[in-house]
């Protein structure tokens, strides 16, 4: 017989009830009012952040929504240099699995710009090595996905240059403490790595769409006259900010070798040249400030040779006649220039260079600055030889800055690659009066209509300019086989607003030159390039039917019988 206990129902008084029913409605409330405390602290924290997330984030960690070392852009906002979250991939030999050999194949096959002996070296190696910096993260995956426990991907701060090779000596780089080497990432270095600033970009004048146009076309020359380097600058007349700096061979800050060594350095900064006839418009113009050039049709004597002691000053194209001052500068001759500076004498002559400041480093923001070769001494000869640019070396960017002196109205001013408010520019000095610089853009303009620098010529935008074609000093003489060509310009001239520089460094006189070496020839065709590419990006608009009025200058240039 099976006994079955039954539980009898829980009994609840109507008291008991309705007690149970107010306790757990006082818990609901708890949960509810914590709930509620909840969200308010996540939404305070989120707004908190929102508001003052660049200080907290700063203060807490470098990495948050700050950067730890501000970017660099170009003047419309293009990123030029930022600091990025990167892969990395190291290996650990100790802990290495799989055959080296085999690692080290595929390892090349992953980053091809290395060699398979070379990883093989650090796989085997004693230490933990580095393997790639700054891994793309498909590379990353790659390696990943070879199963291999001694390879390690730690991830750092690193400098990412987005636009490779471009500007690469005006932005320069990073070393492994993250401060800047070279360039604007040395010479900004206080103000993209201050803590209250790295928030905001620094926003430099280079405008990399007329960059990259003067970089392809001194490439394009430098390759088809098979020159061992080329350079070029464009600058605003008025304010000296460097809209595009080029130095040719170039590096990639993003990959650093030892074989970049030599491409690292800066020619339009650091590099010394004699740039020999450019700076007869310079001579002729503090001529005609200090009342020796008084008049446009005087005539000297460019027949013969000029002897001096022991000497003899000679044109590289003797016209065998007198020639005028138009005439001189478009024939470009050595002869008459140097009788005007020998008229003028040494002191103004050493005045003009010096407030031109080719006794000093180049006034620019980097660094990388070299100091000219001055003239030991000033006797009559240097005063004479330095007229047309023999015996005295500086930077092409000296050169850049005493162009816009000569065509803005007669001011220099310092060069820079920070962007500047208009109207904010330096007061600079005075060099040339506003006359001779009205008169200047008018000879300028004439030397690339009838003279040497025609190849300049870039219809509607007015250029003018002077070529320069001298050779390289070598064993205390001078290298004939070896030129640098100049041609230095502005643009548009009746109203000067960019000077264009571009030079190449040794070129051969082959078939694209038409065998000939010198500047009208190589250096010429680069500018009327940059010109027509870049002049309407720098907001220049071509204007056939405007140009220089040069009716009281043609009439004295003198022409063959038969000659129109």
Sequence with gaps: MTTLVARPDRVRLAGQRQQAMVTAHQRLMILMLLFIAAIIVIGGRTLAL?????????????????????????????PLARTIDAYSVRVVPSRVMNDPRRLAAELAAIFPDDTADSFYAKITGKRPALLRRRALPDQVAAVNALGEIGFEFPREKERLYPQHTLAAHVL???????????????????RLSDAALRGEPAM????????????????TAMINLEAQGAAGIILDVESGEVLAMASLPVFNPNKLNAGSNAARKNAVTYNLYELGSTFKPLTIGKAMDVGVVTSMSRRYDATQPLKVGRFSLRDSHNMG?????????????????????????????????RDLGFDERPKIELSERAFPLWPRSWGRLTTMTTSYGHGIAVTPLHL???????????????ATLVKTERGSQPEGHRVFSEATSARMRQLLRLIVVEGTGKKADAPGFRVGGKTGSAEKPSGGGYARHSVVSTFVSAFPMDNPRYVVLAMIDEPKGNAYSSGQRTAGWTAAPVVRNVVMRAGP????????????????????????????
């Design 172 to 190: 320069g780089f990073t070393g492994a403490d993250g401060h800047g080497v070279i360039g604007m990432e040395n010479a900004l270095d206080a």
């Design 50 to 78: 929102g508001i003052f997330g660049d200080d907290r984030a700063a203060q807490h960690n470098g990495a948050g929504l700050i950067p730890v070392r501000a970017d660099i852009v170009d003047r419309n906002g293009i």
């Design 204 to 219: 430099l004048s280079i405008d990399s769409r007329v960059q990259a146009t003067l970089e392809s076309e001194l490439y």
């Design 321 to 353: 006649r007198w020639l005028n001052v138009p005439e001189t500068l478009i024939h470009s001759s050595n002869v008459v220039t140097a009788q005007i500076a020998d008229e003028m004498g040494q002191a103004p002559m050493e005045r003009l260079f």
């Design 400 to 414: 850049a800055s005493a162009y816009a002196a000569l065509v803005n109205g007669g001011i220099w001013r310092p």
């Design 537 to 564: 990006m720098l907001g220049v608009i071509p204007d056939a039917g405007r140009d220089v009025d040069l009716s009281d200058l043609t009439p004295l240039l003198w022409k063959a019988k038969g000659e129109d």
